[in-house]
């Protein structure tokens, strides 16, 4: 597993394209709001913003999705896994 989510700091851009991989490791449990959260971003194809680093130095990134119903979603993620690309700013 890649460990370039070390590099991440607050105010890096990164946008998801897959499933991370150890999710398909068998008896690799998440939670299936996690997953639709995932799904979300993955279909979007826009980038989020790291906002914060915990004590762990975890990269953190925040989401929200509007609902059929109108109402907006809001999530948080950490990212220490693949399936993410950072993106560059432009020139």
Not at 64 to 82: M, P, T, V, W
């Amino acid at each position: 597993m890649s460990d370039d989510w070390k590099k991440l700091r607050v105010g890096d851009r990164v946008r998801f394209v897959s499933m991370p991989t150890e999710f398909s490791r068998p008896g690799y449990y998440v939670h299936r709001d996690t997953l639709r959260v995932y799904r979300r971003l993955i279909q979007r194809r826009r980038a989020v913003r790291v906002v914060y680093l915990d004590d762990w130095k975890l990269p953190w990134i925040r989401c929200q999705f509007r609902c059929k119903d109108g109402r907006i979603e809001y999530h948080s993620l950490a990212i220490n896994h693949d399936g993410w690309d950072r993106v560059r700013p432009r020139a």
